[in-house]
């Protein structure tokens, strides 16, 4: 058994302090959270409709707004972040979260997913050239700094990613992996392994994880992500990786450099395995980490957090050393396994028309990155409707936002 009470992530408590649940389901007290200074934040985009089989992965207990642990349990420490989730890597079991299937901003946390869709696909000793399309990040936004017209080993390029976050490495990764069609490709590329993974909740629309209209993740899913990521021997040695040098590019006159590990739990947390840190004004912080101790591998995502009282970082430590503690077996669900839900969808008999629940409908709108043509519009709402019926779509969705 667990328990099961709502977080304070948009909810407005009641009286007794307690919040209002999903309809049908009792209200209770609000996740543990630690006081955050108030910050200016573009308004925060509309999340895709809700889906409650969708919310339901990885077991019934974590279709909640709230706290979700092992009944008996310690509490888990106070956070800043709007949902979080604790699971572990090797078992799959989901050891508690807070809201994990809320919607949120992923920022560069997204990276995890580039990785986990083009490290296959990759060769490591392969030297390309970046191009200017690579460049075009936005302003301001984290770089490693590679150079237009650089030729650096896909090693590289990968290093300059998961350690300092480079923009315009995951630019030109997704556009090596895209195939014909690049970038884009690439984007769709993460999309389809999302899914694969039963990240049902996960939508990319950049590579890097700058904000894009209708890009979404949740805690559940970047646990998915990550698990994916860490059983890749390359991509655990990059994610313990401290420090890296970037070559010189004599032909264009630039010096090398070296780039070191921006995520703090590699150097601060015993057993460490790494991850990944992210922020955008509109994300605010968030996290993913994994660490392993006493012949147990954890991992830590969350969303939407504020670094006072307590950086990412140390808000996933604290939350690791929460798991950690609990009783092996003490859990609230599990990760599903890649390609677990496709097959349950292709084994499911089609459920009658007339008493069938459709699915809604994504939203309408302009789409960007040239995948438009992957999600429905209103006008196909009806079709739509009958081929999911049929059992027949895939699990798609396309939903836009508002510009910030």
């Not at 304070?8 to 009641?14: E, F, I, K, L, W």
């Not at 409650?52 to 888990?76: C, H, I, K, N, Y």
């Not at 050239?129 to 984290?142: F, Q």
């Amino acid at each position: 058994m667990s328990s099961a009470v709502p977080s304070a992530s948009g909810a407005v408590p009641s009286a007794s302090g307690a919040v209002p649940s999903a309809a049908g389901a009792a209200p209770a007290v609000p996740c543990p959270k630690a006081p955050a200074p108030v910050v200016s934040r573009p308004p925060r985009p509309s999340p895709p409709p809700g889906v409650p089989q969708d919310r339901a992965v990885g077991g019934p207990e974590l279709a909640t707004a709230g706290l979700v642990v092992p009944a008996g349990v310690a509490r888990p420490p106070a956070v800043t972040a709007t949902s979080w989730l604790v699971a572990d890597l090797d078992s799959g079991q989901v050891l508690g979260g807070c809201g994990p299937h809320e919607y949120g901003t992923p920022a560069s946390v997204q990276k995890l997913l580039l990785a986990a869709t083009m490290l296959p696909r990759l060769d490591p000793k392969q030297v390309v050239t970046v191009t200017a399309g690579d460049m075009d990040i936005e302003p301001g936004s984290s770089a490693v700094g590679l150079v237009r017209g650089g030729r650096y080993r896909i090693e590289t390029i990968w290093l300059g990613l998961l350690l300092q976050s480079g923009n315009e490495a995951a630019n030109a990764l997704a556009r090596l992996g895209g195939g014909p069609a690049g970038m884009a490709g690439g984007v769709r590329a993460m999309n389809e392994e999302a899914h694969r993974l039963g990240a049902l909740q996960t939508h990319a629309v950049t590579p890097s994880g700058l904000d894009g209209r209708g890009q979404f993740t949740s805690a559940y899913d970047l646990a998915l992500i990550a698990r994916a990521c860490f059983a890749d021997p390359t991509f655990r040695r990059y994610a313990l990786t401290e420090t890296h040098r970037i070559p010189a590019q004599p032909a264009l006159r630039t010096k090398g450099f070296e780039i070191q590990n921006e995520n703090q739990l590699v150097y601060r947390y015993p057993g460490a395995l790494g991850g990944k840190t992210g922020f955008t004004d509109l994300a605010r912080h968030t996290y993913v980490g994994a660490a392993q101790r006493g012949g147990r591998r954890l991992v830590v995502t969350l969303l939407g957090a504020e670094p006072r009282p307590a950086r990412g970082w140390e808000q996933g430590a604290a939350l690791l050393d929460w798991g950690f503690s609990l009783p092996r077996g003490a859990a609230v669900g599990r990760l599903v396994e890649p390609g677990e839900l496709n097959a349950s969808a292709a084994a499911t008999p089609p459920a009658p028309a007339a008493t069938s629940t459709p699915r809604p409908a994504a939203a309408s709108g302009p789409i960007e990155d040239g995948l438009a043509g992957r999600w429905p519009t209103a006008a196909l709402a009806a079709a739509v409707a009958a081929l999911l019926a049929a059992g027949l779509l895939l699990r798609r969705r396309r939903t836009t936002r508002r510009r910030s």
